[in-house]
T-cell receptor
Framework: NAGVTQTPKFQVLKTGQSMTLQCAQD?????MYWYRQDPGMGLRLIYY???????DKGEVPNGYNVSRLNKREFSLRLESAAPSQTSVYFCASTERLRPYEQYFGPGTRLTVT | DQQVKQNSPSLSVQEGRISILNCDYT??????FLWYKKYPAEGPTFLISISSIKDKNEDGRFTVFLNKSAKHLSLHIVPSQPGDSAVYFC????????????FGAGTILRVKS
């Protein structure tokens, strides 16, 4: 079991460029989440998907879009990157029976110049 | 507004002594609380949780205490070990909020040997 995997691990973008962060889980979890972590601010929810085929905005969705491609995969897209989106991005998933115990991926460190 | 607050950015403790990490919350709807641990360059991992119907939950060296009237919870680590050095995030949720979590900003724990 790989758990939650994220690609890429690191990325540098120029302002205005676009990119997609990939996330996959092999635990047959229903819910998946995207967070960003910034110094002094903890983890803030960007988007989440309660189940395959559904997505909803979290606390900080502006500038992002998501796709729940299937039960395993949940991608995060930055259409036009801005320096304010420089952050570490984490994907997480949970199973139905233990909905609060989230399993996190290793993160993607994104720098926008 | 920060609904979950960890007011101590860092804590330094001698090996073998007790570490106490604190967390305050403002939303009285919260009824489930968790602690996550994060090592550098890794994603957070679930550590321990407590439901609002309890005031204490213990798992090995880790104990979480909940004081609902004060809207305060704490994580005790006894005895502290150098491997406990990490960032600790407090998180909270409630049923109507779905399976989403609200995280605090984190506390860096350093255990000195």
């Amino acid at each position: 079991n790989a758990g939650v995997t994220q690609t890429p691990k690191f990325q540098v973008l120029k302002t205005g460029q676009s990119m997609t962060l990939q996330c996959a889980q092999d635990m047959n979890h229903n819910s998946m989440y995207w967070y960003r972590q910034d110094p002094g601010m903890g983890l803030r929810l960007i988007y989440y998907s309660a189940s395959e085929g559904t997505t909803d905005k979290g606390e900080v969705p502006n500038g992002y879009n998501v796709s729940r491609l299937n039960k395993r995969e949940f991608s995060l897209r930055l259409e036009s990157a801005a320096p304010s989106q420089t952050s570490v991005y984490f994907c997480a998933s949970t199973e139905r029976l233990r909905p609060y115990e989230q399993y996190f991926g290793p993160g993607t460190r994104l720098t926008v110049t | 507004d920060q609904q979950v607050k960890q007011n101590s950015p860092s804590l330094s403790v001698q090996e073998g002594r007790i570490s106490i990490l604190n967390c305050d919350y403002t939303n009285s709807m919260f009824d489930y609380f968790l602690w996550y641990k994060k090592y550098p360059a890794e994603g957070p991992t679930f550590l321990i949780s407590i439901s609002s119907i309890k005031d204490k939950n213990e798992d090995g060296r880790f104990t979480v205490f909940l004081n609902k009237s004060a809207k305060h919870l704490s994580l005790h680590i006894v005895p502290s070990q150098p491997g406990d050095s990490a960032v600790y995030f407090c998180a909270a949720s409630y049923m109507e909020y779905g399976n989403k979590l609200v995280f605090g900003a984190g506390t860096i724990l350093r255990v000195k040997s």
